[in-house]
């Protein structure tokens, strides 16, 4: 595709619901990213997935985060009984190769999903 | 603990002068050292990156001063154009891992 795109841009939710976010990243791009981005700050980084598997999930803030890559490309991240505090822009990045190959590989933002916790 | 300190929170600049933003980090282990800039409603972009085996890294308007010995590093926009107008990101990274952003700048250059 022309880059990374996420659905939906803007979500809505009531505390206690459960949310889907989805991620498309660029066709190829073997690394994928995801990001919580809170009203003033940089990103902060969550999972990242190389292919299929999670290579490093320790930004994830609780068991209440959890993420799929299951074929290797779309991705989505899963935020159950969400509260307040989860509302925040939710950013996704894929890059060519990641960050086990031996080089930096610029990673690729798509626009966000806005996510607002009721 | 914040891993990379960023300032100014914002920073207005006329039209040709300089923009001048300022990261810290307290790992000595980081050893690259982007910077990303964002417009609104859309995701970062890459603007420029460093490595700290040298001290300074020169795009068209856009410069990185790196120096490692204070654990600084900083962004420099020559000839400011309000296009330029935007938030600005540092981040760090070590080893291949996940990268840490700081606090963010928004730039207003003034026509």
């Known amino acids: 595709g022309a880059g990374v795109s996420q659905t939906p841009s803007n979500k809505v939710t009531e505390k206690g619901k459960y949310v889907e976010l989805r991620c498309d990243p660029i066709?190829?791009?073997?690394?994928l990213y995801w990001y919580r981005q809170s009203l003033g700050q940089g990103p902060e980084f969550l999972i990242y997935?190389?292919?299929?598997?999670?290579?490093?999930d320790s930004g994830l803030p609780n068991d209440r985060f959890f993420a799929v890559r299951p074929e290797g490309s779309v991705s989505t991240l899963k935020i159950q009984r969400t509260e307040r505090g989860d509302s925040a822009v939710y950013l996704c990045?894929?890059?060519?190769?990641?960050?086990?190959?031996?080089?930096?590989?610029?990673?690729?933002f798509g626009p966000g999903t806005r996510l607002t916790v009721l | 603990q914040q891993q990379v300190k960023q300032s100014p929170q914002s920073l207005i600049v006329q039209k040709g002068g300089i923009s001048i933003i300022n990261c810290a980090y307290e790992?000595?282990?980081?050893?690259?050292f982007p910077w990303y800039q964002q417009f609104p409603g859309k995701g970062p972009a890459l603007l420029i990156a460093?490595?700290?085996?040298?001290s300074e890294k020169k795009e068209g308007r856009f410069t990185i001063s790196f120096n490692k010995s204070a654990k600084q590093f900083s962004l420099h926009i020559m000839d400011s154009q309000p296009g330029d107008s935007a938030t600005y990101f540092c981040?760090?990274?070590?080893?291949?891992?996940?990268?840490?952003f700081g606090s963010g700048t928004k730039l207003n250059v003034k026509p």
């Open positions: 066709s190829g791009h073997t690394a």
């Open positions: 790992n000595t282990a980081f050893d690259y």
């Open positions: 460093i490595r700290p085996d040298v």
């Open positions: 997935f190389q292919g299929t598997g999670a290579a490093d």
């Open positions: 981040a760090a990274n070590y080893n291949f891992n996940k990268f840490y």
């Open positions: 990045a894929s890059s060519l190769f990641g960050l086990a190959k031996g080089t930096y590989n610029e990673q690729f």
